[in-house]
């Protein structure tokens, strides 16, 4: 009788969520999709690395495509001009353009998860706006209170500002928990502490789950030489997002890191910043 409830449960919970019980989940295309560069110092990346290396990392956003024409963002990015001015990005073009030149519509977009509150991930969330967003809630709570103001210093006060505006007008979906299909064939996953409480998402495809580590992994470097990265609360949690990335993925090819210029080396394919992971 106990094991009956507890699956009701959870049947419930997945429903409100938008899963449908047992159906087969639908099988989306995964691109990643580049729309700038920054120099940035390895060390700020790998726990350890020599201080004296720089890389020119991959500022991206991750596009999932379903079946049934909805179309997913990981991340939004960053637009605003004071950010362009601090970083200098090069070959910089928005988020919403480089979705565009890959030929879908900003309007198209009906959902962005945002993996955490950082500027380069939040920040271009009102690019889209038919967008819904997905956040932990533990995430937005941490930093953002019920008036708007920013609570913790991992935000910025406009993206918290922003956000706030768009939980009020009901576009934004706080998750609550870890392991929740949010979306059918799209489930998230509570990350490595890259902030209080970042999530990173495993995607159903063609090819198996294809898992979006976000900053939870910001190069292959982390995982191949089981690293943690270097900015983050609890190293530990880190190094146990990455170990369960590997029993999520189909294979560790498909475990695909926040910022590694290598992404587009090793899915070139269909090129000019964008790689279909698969």
């Known amino acids: 009788m106990r094991r009956t409830i507890r699956w009701l449960a959870l049947t419930a919970a997945a429903v409100s969520l938008g899963a449908k019980p047992n159906e087969p989940a639908p099988a989306y295309e995964v691109y990643a999709i580049r729309y700038a560069s920054i120099p940035f110092r390895v060390s700020g990346l790998i726990a350890g690395a020599d201080t004296s290396r720089r890389l020119d990392i991959a500022m991206t956003i991750w596009l999932m495509k379903g079946p049934d024409g909805r179309i997913v963002l990981l991340d939004a990015g960053f637009k605003r001009e004071d950010l362009i001015q601090r970083w200098k990005p090069a070959g910089y073009v928005t988020p919403a353009a480089a979705l565009e030149r890959f030929g879908v519509r900003r309007e198209a977009v009906t959902d962005i998860i945002i993996s955490h509150v950082h ?160």
């Open 119 to 278: 500027w380069d991930h939040l920040d271009g969330a009102d690019l889209f706006p038919n967008a819904r967003i997905w956040i932990q809630k533990e995430e937005y709570e941490h930093h953002i209170d019920s008036t708007g103001k920013r609570l913790a210093n991992a935000i910025d006060t406009a993206d918290a500002t922003m956000l706030h505006n768009m939980k009020l007008a009901g576009r934004v979906n706080l998750v609550d928990g870890d392991a929740r299909e949010i979306i059918p064939g799209i489930t998230v996953y509570i990350g490595g502490k890259h902030t209080f409480q970042s999530q990173y998402a495993g995607v159903s495809t063609t090819s198996g789950i294809v898992v979006l580590a976000s900053d939870n992994m910001y190069l292959y470097e982390n995982l191949e030489k089981h690293v943690p990265i270097s900015q983050t609360l609890d190293a530990a949690s880190n190094l146990a997002a990455q170990e369960r990335m590997t029993r999520i993925a189909a294979s560790p090819r498909l475990i695909v890191p926040g910022h590694d210029p290598a992404v587009f080396v090793r899915f070139p394919l269909p090129g000019n910043g964008v790689a279909r992971i698969r």
